[in-house]
């Protein structure tokens, strides 16, 4: 129960937090699409970045979220913002990994054959929309430096 007596659904709770981030990346200027999956219960929401509004050589690319509330309202939540293209994948994880310390890392790879460097990452916050901002300047940053 939570402090309204009201019951806790993780479920519902990331449901929510998902359908926030496809408003925040439907706002953002280098996203042409926005879908969330599956309907009426999100479990990821995937977005097209409009490669042609960077400078940038890839052709097309495709930005992953994935975003799990907690089991309980004060957990940490747990969440992933993907990027996948021809030239290859990287995304930002809040998530324990074996590979780094703490919760936040940046994991890379330059083609799918390749296997994954991983990097400490500290996001200023864990509210969704705000993570949404912060990680889209993290990607125009990261594709235009590639």
Same mark, same amino acid.
């Given at each position: 129960? /939570?402090?309204?007596?009201?019951? *806790? ?5 990331s449901h929510r937090a998902l359908r926030s981030i496809q408003r925040e990346l439907e706002r953002h200027p280098t996203i042409s699409t926005v879908r969330g999956f599956p309907s009426g219960a999100y @479990? !990821?929401?995937?977005? =097209?970045? #409009?490669?042609?509004?960077? =400078? +940038? ?11 799990? #509330? &907690?089991? @309980?309202?004060?957990?940490?939540? +747990? ?7 021809? /030239?290859?994948?990287? &995304?930002?994880?809040?998530?324990? /990994? ?8 940046? !994991? #890379?790879?330059?083609?799918?054959? #390749? +296997? *994954? ?20 300047? !993290?990607?125009?940053? @990261?594709? !235009?430096?590639?």
């Amino acid at each position: 129960m /939570n402090g309204d007596g009201s019951s *806790y659904d993780a479920a519902e709770a990331s449901h929510r937090a998902l359908r926030s981030i496809q408003r925040e990346l439907e706002r953002h200027p280098t996203i042409s699409t926005v879908r969330g999956f599956p309907s009426g219960a999100y @479990t !990821q929401v995937v977005a =097209e970045v #409009a490669i042609d509004r960077l =400078e +940038t050589d890839a052709t097309e690319g495709t930005l992953t979220v994935r975003w799990f #509330a &907690g089991e @309980t309202p004060e957990k940490k939540p +747990t969440f992933s913002f993907h990027y996948s293209d021809d /030239n290859g994948d990287f &995304g930002w994880h809040h998530e324990p /990994n074996p590979h780094v310390d703490g919760w936040g890392h940046v !994991q #890379a790879r330059p083609d799918s054959t #390749a +296997t *994954y460097d991983y990097e400490p990452y500290a996001f200023s916050s864990d509210s969704p929309a705000r993570v949404v901002w912060e990680m889209m300047s !993290q990607l125009v940053s @990261t594709l !235009q430096s590639r």
